[in-house]
């Protein structure tokens, strides 16, 4: 399940990396954003002749029927067991290409080359693939590990400040389950200006996909430890679904971040997680996400989502919990009364 990782700051490197597919008939995957930005970038490293398959960018096209047209274009364009799919783009089109390259002639090799900063840490790691079915995201899929990675982060120079920030909640998250150096630094490092310094960025960056393949390694098929990874999400999904189709929706990761505060109320509360870190975590999380804006009147609707969760059982409710900074703990349970004083602690903060 564990692919090679590259991660490079020079775009040279695309051309070694490249070199021994210089006889195998590729494919690359883009949407209409990653052919603009991107693809012109390392087009000249890639397999001569590759054939582009162009598809339309956003979650709501991860569905059967882009992933068919993937599958159509391999076919006849004359794909054959040993060509190469290069997979050129944000997480859509990492989940969607890997899962198209996975089951087309009982599996083809991929690349990723992971273009957001969120597929960068995140989607990278782990061999998730598939595709959005009947409303469920993810409904189907399957796990498949690419044969490399490609993680390039001048990449992220064309992408919009909302979707960085979405990628660095991951990366805060990491830090949290695992790293309190790495918090440390992901705390100093200045992510809202959007002039990095790209070479820190790649360290911050390589330190995040350590963390999330620690996890995956020892769990891959998330049955205990791999849990950790799902820390900010209870709360973040809900706040994700609460908010789809208003005027307030919310990029995943940015739900997360917010998620990542109420967990750390219910970890100060059940799992003796510091008080001053807990306003440490919510002082750095507001300052780059600003305030999730919701009232009393919003609180059963959000917990019906969070009981949605089939894990769960009853009034209690599914989380992965810290009892420090690094220290995770996961299979915890909360009660509805606990959910809300989480709420309510978020709504008395000035
Ligand atoms: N497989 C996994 O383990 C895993 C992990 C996390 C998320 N995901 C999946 O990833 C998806 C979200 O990924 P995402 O946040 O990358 O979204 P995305 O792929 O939709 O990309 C966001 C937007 O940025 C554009 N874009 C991509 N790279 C760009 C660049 N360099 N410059 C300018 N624009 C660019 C895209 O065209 C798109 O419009 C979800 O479907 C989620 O389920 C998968
Ligand atoms: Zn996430």
Redesign the pocket.
């Known amino acids: 399940m564990i692919s090679d990782i590259i991660f490079t700051n020079d775009s040279n490197s695309f051309k070694e990396i490249f070199k021994q597919f210089t006889d195998v008939k590729s494919f690359v995957l883009v ?4 052919e ?3 693809l012109s970038e390392i087009e000249r490293y890639l397999p001569k002749g590759f054939q582009l398959i162009k598809i339309q ?3 709501s096209n ?1 569905t059967l029927n882009t992933v068919a047209q993937i599958w159509e274009t391999l076919s006849t364009k004359g794909a054959n067991r040993k060509s190469l799919l290069i997979n050129l ?7 969607m290409g ?1 899962f198209a390259a996975s089951t087309f002639k009982r599996g083809i090799p991929f690349i990723n080359i ?6 960068q840490v ?9 595709f ?1 079915f009947m409303g469920l ?2 409904e189907i899929g399957c796990f498949s590990a690419p044969e490399k990675v490609i993680i390039y982060p001048q ?6 400040k909302e ?1 960085i920030l ?2 660095f909640a ?1 990366m805060i998250k990491h830090a949290l389950i695992h790293d309190a150096k790495h918090y440390q630094k992901l705390k100093t490092f200045n992510i809202q200006n959007t002039d990095f310094d790209y070479n820190e960025l790649l360290q911050l960056i390589k330190q995040s996909v350590s963390i999330k393949k620690h996890f995956v390694e020892n769990d891959p098929y998330e049955k205990n430890i791999r849990k950790a990874l799902n820390f900010g999400h209870t709360f973040g999904h809900a706040f994700e679904s609460y908010f789809l189709g208003t005027d307030k929706e919310l ?3 940015k739900a997360v971040a917010f998620g990542m505060i109420f967990d750390a109320v219910l970890s100060n509360k059940k799992c003796t997680f510091p008080m001053e870190k807990l306003f440490d975590i919510t002082n750095f999380i507001t300052r780059l996400y600003g305030k999730l804006k919701f009232t009393k009147e919003d609180y059963e609707k959000l917990f019906a989502l969070m009981q949605h969760d089939k894990k769960n059982e009853q009034q209690q409710v599914n989380f992965t919990l810290l009892s420090a900074i690094g220290e995770v703990k996961i299979n915890q349970t909360a009660s509805k009364t606990e959910i809300f004083e989480a709420f309510d602690y978020y709504l008395h903060l000035d």
């Open positions: 949407d209409e954003n990653t603009k930005y991107c960018s956003g979650e991860k783009g944000g997480g859509v089109i990492g989940d890997g992971p273009t957001t900063l969120l597929a995140d989607a990278s790691v782990g061999g998730k693939t598939g959005d995201k993810n990449f992220l120079k064309s992408l919009d979707n979405s990628g991951e990029l995943h990761g």
